[in-house]
């Protein structure tokens, strides 16, 4: 498709190396985008999802995300989409080019009997979602940040990149020597389905698919399984955490790992009411953060009652 001066097509592997050097254009050395890996969705029917746009000279100047995720809907299997972070060259803002890209891509997820689209859009872009992608506002993002009494030896590897890399292999030995590695898990035994509640269903090859990420950890701890990221700062993506209080055992060798760490915080998110949240309850209040949003192209189906924890969002 042709809009004046600019192409929207989808994307090819070949456009790989032109998506990383615009993110890095306009976000530097981090956030990381590597759409090679990010791309390759071998755990859904699709991979390349998305749309990116051209220059008649074939300058990437946009581009529009969204990754495959497989979702518990009362029982049934359902594949909806996670919009990603979408980029324009801060020459071409101002075109409505994503707005333009996100109609040409649902389209295409129609096509493909993708049931919705999803995102948590920042608070600048969130209008633009609601009124001209026809996007609805749902629950809102709970946000924790645990304070860690520890040197902060992150904040100068946020200088020095040279000691972020020799202490993204510190944290990796210190969870090696502490914990076991852990096994797969997802929420099917955590919700009651009646309840009408949704949830990420997560395949062995959707799990091979994130720990592709050499900062991804899988780890165990007694009866408790969980996932952690170790990028600028340490992460907290999921805990196989279902009722009562955690044993003392695990949250000291947690509070343990986390001093050693030398990260003064450790982050996490979630959907409000999420399994997890009756772990955080014995450490941390949340904090409401940015809005859950969707689009359905089935009358059918709602993402309402979703419910998901920081691992399975696309910046994991």
Known sequence: MLDD?????????????????LNENLYGSFPIL???EKLNTDYAKNRNLGIVVKTNQG???????????????????????QAGNSMVHPYYVGRNIIVKSGLILYD???????????????????RTR??????????????????????????????????????KRYVKFLADL????????????????SNNVIFVERSSEYWKYKLKNSDIYLLK????????????????????????????????????FFVLSLNASFR??????SHIEQFFRYFSNPKESLNFCSRSFDQNISLENIKFTYFDFDTF
């Open 268 to 273: 996490f998110f979630c959907t409000k009411g």
């Open 221 to 256: 701890s007694g009866k408790y399984n969980f996932v952690l990221k170790m990028s600028r700062e340490l992460y907290l993506g999921d805990i196989d955490f279902k009722e009562g209080c955690p044993n003392i055992l695990f949250k000291l060798k947690l509070f343990i």
């Open 108 to 126: 295409i997820l129609v096509k493909n009997n993708y049931r919705a689209v999803f995102g948590i859009p920042s608070k600048s872009i969130l």
């Open 178 to 193: 502490l914990f076991k590695k852990g096994d797969y898990f997802d929420a099917s035994d955590k919700y009651n389905i």
């Open 5 to 21: 001066d600019l192409i929207f097509q989808e994307i090819k592997s070949e456009d790989y190396k032109l998506l990383d050097q």
């Open 59 to 81: 300058n990437l100047v946009a581009s529009y995300l969204v990754f495959p995720i497989l979702l518990n809907n009362n029982g049934d299997l359902i594949w909806v989409c």
């Open 34 to 36: 590597n759409a090679s």
């Open 130 to 167: 609601l009124k001209l992608l026809k996007w609805q506002k749902h629950s809102v993002i709970h946000s924790y940040n645990i304070f860690i009494p520890t040197i902060p030896i992150f904040l100068l590897s946020r200088k020095f990149s040279f000691i972020q890399n020799y202490h």
